[in-house]
């Protein structure tokens, strides 16, 4: 049984003990932080649509004719027509024939791996994956390949160890803690020449990347050749909830199959019409895209005039990364004191020896206040003892990444090298570095 006391007190020497901040208002560019004015650079509300007085009507009008919340699932009495219109125009938007509402991407992504995969069958994942799609792995009882983050050669010779089994490819298009874009192309190419499926989680792309925001696939032309699309209504699209954009035989698949689907109640009927609304914005008004993009852009500028490796980063998307979490945290507070919010990000979210202040630009922010709060970032960071042009030492010197996971008898991971023709669980807490994939 696990000590409860002894487990916080242990998370707190490792830096790693977390709270509840209070925001009071709405998500905007600036917030009320636990009763201070901040500039908040840590929200995905990246268009700014959260509180735009359209998103806001359309939910309240929502509730007032449909009610406050859906009252079953999906295959009960969930599905109302507010459900069937979000579906057809986030299907239409993606440029899929079918799209299924899902109550959030943690959902999406769990019940649609899980259904797609099978305990003799083998997954391929990139190593930086969002946790959804690992506990989607897991409760698929799949093998379970975990490339180096888009190294496309381990990839491949996953896929050539696996001896047929393979069942699908998954990755985020943007990775969340990073920023950094997946090699789409390349990834459809191999799972093409293999006859794999895809699955690509566009939670970060919808609504910041490609044409009219349809998402990185759109960006790479690559929309009518991958086999899912999860996306958020979350983020960009500033409401709550989920989908899968797909082809009909896949949609009605998943109706079947995916038990988060079938065994989660509807999403509410204000946050289907704040997407909804949102949605239109977004289509009206694509020049947020751009704007998010331009803003994105002078933060990535100044975060480098003042020292600060952001890596690849090409997004909305830009890690600090300091390495030590307790320092780490020890920036962010220094930071909030002098009015800027960048949240520290700490182990299990990233690997160990690479947390970070992952900042995130709105396309409501004004360039002059980035570039002011990227200098605020330098000068608390100083502060403390940490010299922002030491970040790019902090990443060249790690170790291996390697993101802890708890012991799982369902799941077994394919360990390298060799590739065993049944693979051992991976060891993750192993002292040694080791060349993995997680």
């Not at 989920?242 to 035989?249: N, Y």
């Not at 998307?317 to 220094?334: F, H, K, S, T």
Request: charged share 25%.
């Amino acid at each position: 049984m696990i000590e409860i006391e002894a487990r916080l007190d242990e998370l707190k020497a490792l830096g790693l003990h977390r709270r509840t901040r209070l925001v009071s208002g709405p998500q905007g560019p600036h917030v009320l932080l636990d009763g201070k004015p901040v500039l908040l650079l840590c929200s995905n509300n990246y268009l700014g649509l959260a509180d735009h007085p359209r998103v806001r009507e359309a939910a309240a009008d929502a509730a007032m004719r449909w009610g406050a919340g859906a009252g079953a699932s999906r295959l009960v009495s969930g599905t109302m027509t507010l459900h069937r219109r979000l579906e057809e125009r986030l299907a239409a938007f993606k440029r899929r024939e079918s799209a299924l509402l899902f109550g959030s991407g943690y959902l999406a992504n769990t019940g649609t791996i899980a259904a797609l995969a099978r305990p003799s069958d083998v997954i391929f994942s990139d190593e930086l994956n969002h946790a959804s799609i690992i506990d989607g792995c897991r409760l698929s009882r799949a093998d379970v390949f975990v490339y180096d983050h888009c190294d496309l050669e381990h990839l491949a010779w996953g896929i050539s160890q696996a001896e047929g089994r393979g069942a699908l490819i998954v990755t985020d298009s943007v990775f969340s803690m990073d920023g950094d874009v997946a090699p789409l192309a390349e990834i459809v190419e191999l799972a093409q020449q293999f006859g794999l499926r895809t699955v690509v989680d566009e939670a970060h792309g919808t609504g910041t990347l490609g044409p009219d925001g349809r998402g990185a696939l759109a960006e790479a032309g690559l929309e009518d050749q991958v086999d899912v699309v999860v996306g958020t209504l979350g983020k960009a699209l500033g409401s709550y909830g989920a989908f899968v954009a797909c082809d009909q035989q896949m949609a009605r698949y998943l109706v079947n199959v995916a038990r988060t689907f079938i065994f989660s109640t509807a999403p509410p009927p204000p946050a289907v019409a704040g997407a909804l609304a949102a949605l239109d914005l977004l289509q009206e008004r694509p020049r947020r895209v751009q704007k998010l993009a331009a803003n994105a852009g002078a933060l990535r500028d100044t975060l480098q005039e003042v020292g600060f490796d952001v890596g690849e980063s090409r997004t909305q998307i830009l890690p600090l990364l300091v390495g030590d979490a307790e320092l780490a945290m020890r920036i962010c507070e220094a930071a909030l004191a002098r009015g800027v919010f960048a949240q520290a990000i700490r182990p299990p979210t990233v690997p160990p020896m690479t947390s970070r202040l992952r900042l995130a630009v709105m396309a409501t922010h004004h360039e002059q206040e980035l570039r002011d709060a990227a200098r605020t970032l330098a000068a608390a960071a100083r502060a403390v003892g940490f010299e922002p042009r030491s970040a790019g030492a902090v990443a060249a010197d790690r170790d291996e990444p390697a993101i802890p996971a708890p012991e799982d008898p369902d799941l077994d991971m394919l360990a390298l090298p060799p590739l065993p023709r049944r693979p051992r669980v991976f060891d993750f807490e192993a002292p040694e570095s080791v060349r993995r994939a997680a």
